[in-house]
């Protein structure tokens, strides 16, 4: 169905019919059904608008179906519109599309909602936003926007300053289902591999389906992220080999730290100012999070030292590692990409739980420590909380120094032994993704 369609059927209620919510057709039939949970339990009945941003294949547009069958089912008909950013032109045809469309709300929707799939496929989409804002047509409207890239629905809501109702909280970042979601409904199918195959997954519910189905990642999923991240270098200007070779670079260092300099010369491009340009785009497409070392003295962040930089989707990481890595037993035979993703899992875990609490999520969130001859991978709340993580088994006594040098500081340690003591902690990765 087109999008006329679609609405011509919501208007009658008729969100079962098929074609109109296709989404929820795949979903029904899907073998395991993941709840999403990305701190938004509700929509507000208040008009206004909420920005829900991003990576591609991780259920935005199945939870955004799911909004509008609840929408119709509770508020009526005609309650809930929708459009699709992917098929708009520019934002011309948007602001037209929109005044089109919210002609045909029910006059008698107590809630009325228009729901704006991928609307940063649209350039400028902020300003077709003020621009019917602005002319009175949306004042009692909740219009509802998801996106895939992360700085441009930030950006876009920092323009619109009081065009977004009294809503208590307006942004949200989609997060990649928990390892506890995920072990719930395939831990009975996957066993003893249910934790490499999450990593596999990086929280992508088609990604998980698939492997807890087969046993492995298949290659149609690999081209749907690949190809998204691809497409978005390429619409940016940018190319395909440099974005490859600045891939490879971030691959060498793994979970090292690496100056801007040194990641542009290693990675063949131009100067630093490029690098970070392709580094920038990855941020915006919530794939990679920089993790700058901080002052151990301030907890302050030290700017102009190499930083880390973290995959925080690792599925994207596997889509683009040399080793073609489809199953947990290819993942579990090969060292060094395992060790790099038990770190990444980590940083896309604390990434998420930040989402979760409403804490806008930027590179400066996530930080290390190191001196000349020790390093601590995160330190998620100075001075307190501290994480190491390791592949293989840990020894407290190994981190002695520890207690010495952070003497407020209570250390985690993520391995394959687990033990307590007063200030350090020893876990699996296992128990740090479910300690919620």
């Known amino acids: ?180 979601e995920f072990k719930k409904k395939c831990g009975s199918r996957l066993g003893q591999k249910t934790l490499s195959a999450y990593l596999l997954s990086g929280g992508s519910p088609i990604a998980g389906c698939e ?40 691959f060498e260092f793994g979970t090292n730290p690496v100056g801007q300099s040194k990641l542009a010369r290693e990675s063949g491009l131009a100067n630093n100012t490029v690098a970070q340009g392709y580094i920038a785009l990855l941020q915006d497409l919530l794939v990679l999070c920089p993790a700058y070392p901080i002052d151990g003295n301030t907890g302050k962040p030290i700017w102009r030292q190499p930083c880390k930089y973290h995959f925080i989707n690792t599925l994207a990481a596997v889509c683009w590692a040399s080793q073609a890595v489809r199953t947990p037993e290819e993942l579990e035979a090969s060292p060094k990409l395992h060790g790099q993703l038990l770190e990444w899992a980590v940083a896309q875990e604390l990434f998420r739980r930040r989402c979760l609490r409403g804490e806008e999520p930027v590179p400066e969130d996530l930080s290390f420590w190191h001196s000349k001859t020790h390093e601590i991978d995160f330190v998620p709340s100075y001075p307190d909380e501290w994480i190491e993580v390791k592949r293989g088994s840990e020894d407290p006594f190994h981190y002695q120094w520890f207690l010495t040098t952070h003497p407020k500081g209570q250390l985690t340690l993520i391995n394959a032994a687990q033990f307590n003591t007063n200030r350090i902690r020893g876990v699996t990765l296992e128990d740090f993704l479910l300690d919620l």
């Not at 508020?75 to 708009?88: H, P, Q, R």
């Open 211 to 250: 492997i807890a189905q087969t046993g492995r990642l298949p290659e149609y999923v690999i081209e749907l992220v690949s190809d998204w991240i691809l497409g978005e270098f390429t619409a940016s200007g940018r190319t395909r080999s440099a974005l490859l070779s600045v891939i490879k670079t971030l």
């Open 1 to 180: 169905m087109d999008v006329n369609q679609i609405n011509r059927a919501l208007m009658r209620g008729e969100t079962e019919l098929p074609g109109v919510l296709p989404h929820l057709e795949t979903l029904a039939i899907a073998p395991f059904q993941f709840e999403v949970d990305f701190g938004l339990k509700k929509l507000p009945n208040e008009p206004g608008m909420l920005l829900i941003r991003g990576a591609r294949q991780y259920g935005k547009s199945t939870w955004l179906e799911q909004q509008i069958a609840a929408t119709i089912k509770e508020f009526g008909a005609g309650s809930a519109l929708y459009l699709n950013g992917d098929i708009l032109l520019n934002k011309e045809h948007l602001v037209s599309e929109i005044r089109s469309v919210i002609q045909f709300f029910s006059p008698q929707a107590p809630v009325k909602r228009l729901f704006i799939d991928e609307i940063t496929a649209v350039r400028d989409w902020e300003k077709a936003l003020k621009y019917v804002f602005d002319a009175g047509e949306l004042k009692n409207i909740l219009v509802v926007t998801t996106g895939s890239k992360a700085a441009d629905l930030r950006h876009g809501s920092e323009r619109l300053p009081g065009r977004k109702g009294r809503l208590a909280r307006t942004n949200y970042i989609f997060t990649p289902i928990s390892y506890a």
